[in-house]
Nanobody, 128 residues
Framework: QVQLVESGGGLVQSGGSLRLSCTVSGFSLAHYAIGWFRQAPGKEREGVACIGSSIETSYYAESVKGRFTISRDNARRTVYLQMNNLDLEDTAVYYC?????????????????????WGQGTQVTVSS
């Protein structure tokens, strides 16, 4: 059974940091790209970052460039999202997802419809 489980969310003050984890089971992480998305109340789910099976390939939303870093540890079957200098607008439920392809969907990596397998999400709340 293919499964993605997010963890690491929580409450953090503005300017602080969190590291999210996405642990997979039921498939070999080494062969697949993983995307991170987030959804704030009343807003559409938006792509945050994506990392291909080749770690040299990663993409970021403009709003998080320079603050967030996506990485992977295939041996631990885990993809991470390091989030630094968090601000109030980063408050959202964060999800990881995959379409079980080796690369992030070219030019469409941030499109929700490109991914067919999702985790349950982890809440990140940034306070002032």
């Amino acid at each position: 059974q293919v499964q993605l489980v997010e963890s690491g969310g929580g409450l953090v003050q503005s300017g602080g940091s969190l590291r999210l984890s996405c642990t997979v089971s039921g498939f070999s992480l080494a062969h697949y790209a993983i995307g991170w998305f987030r959804q704030a109340p009343g807003k559409e789910r938006e792509g945050v970052a994506c990392i291909g099976s080749s770690i040299e390939t990663s993409y970021y939303a403009e709003s998080v460039k320079g603050r967030f870093t996506i990485s992977r540890d295939n041996a631990r079957r885990t993809v991470y999202l390091q989030m630094n200098n968090l601000d109030l607008e980063d408050t959202a439920v964060y999800y990881c997802a995959t379409d079980r392809a080796a690369i992030c969907p070219p030019r469409r990596w941030s499109y929700r419809a490109e991914y067919d397998t999702w985790g349950q999400g982890t809440q990140v709340t940034v306070s002032s």
